[in-house]
Structures are given as C-alpha cells and as structure tokens.
C-alpha cells in the first residue's frame, strides 16, 4: 500500500502539458515553445484542448494545422488518452481514455490526500483577518477572515509550511481615549469583561466623551503618549482591553469554524520596537527624506496624472509612527525571520495602493528578499439589498458575531419545515453547519475582487451554488451506503466505466488537484466553490443515469459506482473542509 501512496500523484492537467511540453521539444525550432492547454467545455470535443500549435506556426512561417500534425507524430499519450484529434485552425483535442480514468479514481482512493500532486515546499506567510481591537469585529472582517483561512488551507494541503499572521490593530490614538475610559469604569468598581461586554457601545461613549467631555480628550492623548512610552498604568490597562477584544475576536472564529489560534496573532504593537530602526535604516540610504517635518519616502514610479510622485509617510511630524510603517517592519520581520518565499495579505481593495507603495520602499530599501513574493488579495465590500454597504436597519455596523447567530438561526428554521427524521439535538448542530456554512459559501464563491450583495434567501437555497445543496450532495451519497449497508473505510473494487455521465463525472473528480493548485497560485477560493459546485451537479446527473442499488444492476457496476460515489463524497468533504464548511452523514 505504501508504495501506491506515494506514486499516485497526480495532477492531469500538468501531466497532459508535459507531455506536450515534452513532444515541442523534440521539434526543431519549438524548444522552447509555450505549451497552453486549457480544460474543454463540451465533452465531445475530449476533456483538455492544446492551443499552441497556432502561435508556433506562425513563428516557424508554417501552416498551423501541419504544426499541429507534427506535434501529434511526437506526443506520447498512448496511455492516457483514446484519441488526439485536430480541429479548427489546429487545435488538438485529448480524449482521455476510461480504463486509464478507472485506475486513477482506484488509485486516488487510496491515496492519503485523494491524489493530490503536492509541491516543492515553500514557506508562505498568509496575513489574514487583522480586525481593529478597538471594535468589535464587523462584516468587513468576514472576508478577511474566511478568504484568507480557505488560501491557507489550501497552500498547506499542498505541502507548504503556512504561517498564519493575525496583524490585528491594537495600536493607535484611539487606544488613549479607550484606555482612559477603561480606567473611569474599572474605578467605578466594573471588572473589564462587563466594563467590555460590548466593544461598540465602549467605543462610542468613550468617542462621546472625547468629543463633549472637558479635559478628557486632552487625558486621551497624554495616555496615548505615556503608553507609547512604556508607562506601566497605561501598559496595564491597555492589556486588559486587547485581551477582553481578543477574546470577542476569538468568538467569532469558533462559530466562524476558522483555523486561527492565539499563536497566530502578531499585532501591529509587536513590531513597535523595529519601527525606529526600519526608518533609520531607510533614511541612511537615502531613501527616506524629510517633507513638512514628516519623515516620508517619494514614489515617482506611482505618480499621479499631474507626475506628482506619491508619498508614503513613515513617521509623523513630531514624531510617532503609522500603519504604513508597522508594514515596513511586518515585510522585514516576514521576509528575513519568518524566511517566506511567499507573504499574502488580505484586505479590502481600498487598501490596494497602500500594498504597491509598501512594496516598492520595501523593494527600495532591501527590506524583503528578492525572491520573496508579495502579495496583496484585495477584494470588494459585502453589500446590502440596496446595493449599499451592508448596515444594520438603522444603518450602524453590523456585528460580524450577530450576522452569523442569524444565520445559524435562520437555517434552523428553514431545516425544521423540512422532514428529517433528526433528533432535536441533531437539528440543533445541523442547523449550526448550514447557517455558518450559508454565509461562507455565498461569500467565497464569488470572485474576491468585486463587491457582492448579501442575500439570506439565496445563500441559504437548497437548489443552486449554495452551501446547503452541497452538503445535501454529500448526505445524499452516505445515505447510498448506509442504504447498501457497505463500510467505506477499506472500500475496494475495480472501477469500469462505461456510461458518459460516469466519465464525465470520473474526469471532474481527477481535475481536483489542477483545481486547488489555481486556488493556490492566485489565492481564489472561488475557483474551489466552482469545482465543487459542479462536481455535485455532475454527481447528481451520473446518479440519475447511473443507477447503484436499484435491481438489474450488476454486481460489477454496483461495486464501480459504489466506488466513484465514495470518491465523489471524499472530494466533497475535503474540498467543503478546506473552505473551512463542515459536513454532516444526514440532513
Ligand atoms: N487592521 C487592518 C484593517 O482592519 C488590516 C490589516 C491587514 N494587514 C496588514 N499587514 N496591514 O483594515
């Protein structure tokens, strides 16, 4: 068994382009020949289409449909594929073969990660979540936090070393009028967890008292200055608010179902002590430059229209350092003691400029490695029926912890008028699985980069690219063996496939490994949703044609079916808990 393990690794796509990668170079003047190859989309046309013969004919002056005859002479894909054909202008069409496609769904059930061609390791730092301490987390953060946990997943499925960073915002003036209005109530005999019960309306007496209240703004900023100095009184105070708003913050990721632990949290507090060093260093290479008593680096590369150069400050007239600074120092500390190959931060696209201008001072002033990649993943806002940011009824913030309490609660609802046959306690869980599951499928199945509007009635659907319909997807494949009265730990048996649904649904289970190495290069977690979106669907059509249990079928096809099924929910599990979605064996 070992040795299949371990062989069985096994991306089609990057198989299928060796291969042609292979035959270019043995064709003269095509050494070095790009090898594009995409996946077709009617299944009569074979499963991958070769696109490159068109754009070596014309570099070798020839005629594209003979390029293509030649590369055909030279590609070796006997054992893959039933049929290589040209089509069109010199496309050529792979028709995969389904004794080959049976051995590989055989192997990848046996393979411990479903087959899956895992890569060279590499250290990526992936910079997710990060909400403001000073609030409570709000809807912006979902994104972060769930897009941001689906990439890490994935890269580390993919045999990479991930490194979780919380850069959560525990630093900044209003933590002086935070502190100061922690001290009045801890004084006033309140412990800090009641005193903190709930971040926002802290926030917005202690903003109220700042702006009305004579002499306390005035307090704020002395605190501010005394905890940037290390003073012990403020120190202390300012622990005890960002431990009570971690602890909120923590919440919300156990009911998020987020792989994010204590350990993963590096605020932007913990690089105070590399800020002065980072600009000094900076402004010995001349890099940064004094501007109207700021210290501030000009970036002629990010002009505007009028060819004004873009400034990055990093540190305040007067002193004091920023956002854009505590990045410096992330990137350095990041790059150098974390040694990433790769650092990926999410946040919403707003912060799109900040990433590129941080980037170039870093690349500037040698404060990332050349070979370490930096990555911003920006995407758009969660908007609200009206197309608006999303706001409660009164338009206020929505509590991140609120939304998802809702939704457990509305699944909850919808699952009770369905028959189930579940106990309470089993509907209460079930309930809990949908709902979270709703709002994070809706969320990372679209693209990250454009604003979506936020709809309970679609995302909690049954039918559609939902959540709910895929883990029905799933249930429903648990109850065919509950049903067969088969164990699937140490289910075996040959796969034959015959009918097209079963090829069809064959060839989709073998494109998992392309599909989570895309979600891995471009940090979308989309491109998993999609997959497995269809992946269900295809399942359903080859349940409908493809008969398991019903009586005419042979022994032979029930076993192979009963294999591909297995196959199908293994995938579906393993692609839903990457995404950070549970599953259940009944609904
Ligand atoms: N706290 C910031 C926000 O809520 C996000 C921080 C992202 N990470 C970073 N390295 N800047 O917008």
Known sequence: ??????????????????????????????????????????????????????????????????????ILEHVELDDVAESLDIAGPGFINVKLKPQWLAT???ASLQSDNLGVET?????????????????????????????????????????????????????????????????????????????????????????????????????ARQYVVKLQGGDETCQTLWQQFIDVSIQHSEEVYGKLNVNLKRSDIMGESAYNPMLPGVVADLKEQGIVVEDQGAQVVFLQELANKDGEPAVYIVEKSGGGFLYSTTDLAA???????????????????????????????????????????????PFGMMLGQDGKPFKTRTGGTIKLADLLDEAVERAGKLLSERESGLTADEQTEVARKVGIGAIKYADLSKNRTTDYIFNWDTMLSFEGDTAPYLQYAYTRIQSIFR???????????????????????????????????????????????????????SFMSFYEACPILKEGVSEEAKQSRLMISLL????????????????MEKM
């Not at 060796?18 to 003047?29: E, N, T, V, W, Y």
């Not at 049903?483 to 075996?492: I, L, M, N, P, W």
Request: glycine share 6%; net charge negative.
């Open 568 to 583: 199908t929910a293994r995938t579906l599990k393993q692609g839903l808990d990457l995404l950070g979605i549970e599953t």
């Open 119 to 219: 890569e060279t390791e590499k250290t990526v730092v992936v910079d997710l979540s990060s909400p403001n301490l000073a609030k409570e987390m709000h809807v912006g953060h979902l994104r972060s936090t769930i897009i941001g946990d689906a990439v890490a997943n994935v890269i580390e499925f993919l045999g990479h070393k991930v490194i979780r960073q919380n850069h959560m915002g525990d630093w900044g003036t209003q933590f002086g009028m935070l502190i100061a209005h922690l001290q009045d109530k801890l004084q006033a005999s309140e412990v800090a967890t009641t005193a903190l019960s709930d971040l926002e309306d802290f926030y917005r007496e202690a903003k109220v008292r700042f702006d009305d209240e004579d002499g306390f703004a005035d307090r």
């Open 331 to 377: 990137m350095k500390y990041r790059s150098f003691d974390l040694n990433a190959d790769r650092i990926i931060i999410f946040t919403d696209a707003r912060q799109a400029f900040h990433f590129k201008q941080a980037e170039l001072v870093g690349r500037k002033g040698g404060l990332i490695k050349e070979q370490t990649s930096y990555e911003h993943g």
């Open 483 to 537: 049903k067969a009265g088969v164990e699937q730990t140490g289910f075996s048996a040959n796969v034959v496939i015959n009918e097209a649904q079963e090829k069809a649904l064959a060839v989709k289970l073998l494109q998992f490994s392309e599909v989570v190495l895309g979600v891995s290069t471009n940090s979308t977690p989309h491109l998993l949703c999609a997959y497995l979106y269809e992946l269900s669907s």
């Open 104 to 106: 590989q769904i055989e």
């Open 1 to 70: 068994m070992e040795s299949v393990r371990h062989k069985h690794k096994m991306n089609v796509f990057n198989l299928v382009q060796s291969r042609f990668k292979q035959a270019l170079s043995k064709i003269d003047g095509a050494e070095n020949a790009s090898a594009p190859l995409a996946r077709s989309s009617r299944p009569e046309f074979g499963e991958y289409q070769f696109n490159g013969a068109m754009a070596l004919a014309k570099q070798l002056k020839s005629n594209p449909r003979q390029i293509a005859a030649t």
